[in-house]
């Protein structure tokens, strides 16, 4: 197995090192002052832990353009003859999801559908191969999984995608076999809570026991519709302000402060 270079590197259990590659430039601290109380509630109160992957755990798209992705389906779809599927909003998005939920909602469970999702899932085991991880993810998995807690992915990504990524930074097995991601049924993606619920099923831990970390309002909104306490990550002040609209009460723009209270 080949493995990239670790931006995280973890010395035994109680050494972090942080590499130039995986350096905090924005804040280091929660979001706001109300936040630094809610977090250590929400971090004692999660008996399982469930990942969003794309952003909390690593910037899937860091050197391969999800622009450039979204921009391909496009043009894949209108080498088809099919330019009229989609809005011109549509077209124009920078979001592979979007332009794979439009076509789905046009022509469920189609083997149009399948084909063009299968392309995506393509694209992005292109771009796991390039992917940075998120500063800190990697010592957080590994000191959550060590304590005892258990974690699973719940994405809208493929879940190949997820364990080729996870394989790679030599995690996998901090969450294996618990990688609830894209399927075919695809008005199961978030913000439908219905890959949280899988994992809380299969582990057979209740929605209060439970905490959500994702970066997106369809993250917050999936883990409401399955009772799950959530936290935000935002790795700008930008994406913090949209989860805070979105009204997720706690947002963090660095997971360090998670990793001190594991620690601590």
Same mark, same amino acid.
Request: hydrophobic share 40%; charged share 25%; proline share 7%.
């Given at each position: ?14 050494? #972090? ?37 794309? !952003? =909390?755990? @690593? ?19 209108? !080498? ?11 077209? $124009? ?15 469920? !469970?189609?083997?149009?559908?399948? $084909?063009? /999702?299968?392309?995506?899932?393509? $694209? ?14 990697? =010592? ?7 304590? !005892? ?24 097995? @901090? ?10 049924? %695809? ?7 219905? @890959? ?14 439970? %905490?959500?970390?994702?970066?997106? =309002?369809?993250?917050? /909104? ?6 799950? =306490? ?12 949209? %989860? ?10 660095? #997971? $360090? ?8």
């Amino acid at each position: 197995m080949v493995r990239r270079p670790l931006g995280n590197h973890h010395h035994g259990p109680d050494t #972090l090192l942080v590499t130039p590659d995986t350096t905090q430039t924005g804040s280091v601290t929660v979001e706001n002052e109300n936040d630094q109380y809610h977090l250590p509630t929400l971090i004692k109160g999660a008996r399982v832990v469930l990942w969003d992957f794309d !952003g =909390p755990i @690593c910037r899937l798209f860091a050197r391969h353009s999800a622009d450039g992705v979204a921009t391909d389906l496009v043009a894949w779809l209108e !080498g088809r003859g099919l330019h009229g599927l989609l809005t011109e909003r549509e077209r $124009e998005t920078l979001d592979p999801q979007v332009v794979l939920r439009a076509v789905d909602r046009r022509h469920p !469970g189609s083997d149009l559908v399948a $084909e063009l /999702e299968e392309r995506l899932t393509h $694209e992005e085991l292109r771009a796991a191969s390039s992917a940075m991880p998120t500063p800190y993810a990697d =010592p957080l998995i590994r000191t959550w999984s060590a304590v !005892g807690s258990g974690l699973a992915i719940t994405t809208n990504n493929s879940p190949r995608v997820v364990r080729t990524y996870l394989e790679g930074r030599g995690i996998a097995g @901090c969450f294996a076999p618990h990688i609830y991601g894209r399927a075919q049924e %695809l008005h199961h993606l978030k913000p439908d809570p219905h @890959c949280l619920n899988r994992a809380l099923n299969a582990m057979g831990a209740a929605p209060a026991d439970a %905490l959500m970390i994702g970066d997106a =309002p369809s993250d917050h /909104e999936a883990a409401v519709r399955a009772g799950v =306490p959530f936290l935000g990550y935002a790795s700008n002040p930008r994406k913090a302000k949209i %989860l805070k609209d979105a009204g997720a009460d706690t947002v963090i723009e660095s #997971l $360090e402060p998670v990793l001190a209270l594991l620690r601590g």
